[in-house]
């Protein structure tokens, strides 16, 4: 019933940008936070952003400044711009529905999960 579908994702150049979309079905985002993470090879998953039922927006430091999460409700799809990218980016991308009262950037927060987009970063 609840699915999260990733895309968007691609190869690009240091300094790109992508949009990557994640569209959500069998619950209304006005309800649940979604959050964007990401895993590199050999590292552990990590939060990226994420935005919460009432619209407030997370970032990790990391990604603050080059990274911008937004919504459309009645497309019920959450979006993540990404820009300014450097290799360091790269990963595959993913969004999940974390679960109420829940930081929405932890990794273990998170009860639905989407299949993945990979992101590469290269010249």
């Known amino acids: 019933q609840v699915q999260l579908v990733e895309s968007g994702g691609g190869l690009v150049q240091p300094g790109g940008s992508l949009r990557l979309s994640c569209a959500a079905s069998?619950?209304?985002?006005?309800?649940?936070?979604v959050g964007w993470f990401r895993q590199a090879p050999g590292k552990e998953r990590e939060g990226v952003s994420c935005?919460?039922?009432?619209?407030?927006?997370y970032y990790a430091d990391s990604v603050k400044g080059r990274f911008t999460i937004s919504r459309d409700n009645a497309r019920n799809t959450v979006y993540l711009q990404i820009s300014s990218l450097e290799p360091e980016d790269t990963a595959i991308y993913y969004c999940a529905r974390s679960m109420r009262r829940f930081n929405c950037l932890s990794t273990n927060g998170n009860d639905y999960w989407g299949q993945g987009t990979q992101v590469t970063v290269s010249s």
């Open positions: 069998g619950f209304p985002l006005d309800s649940y936070a």
């Open positions: 935005i919460r039922s009432d619209g407030s927006t």
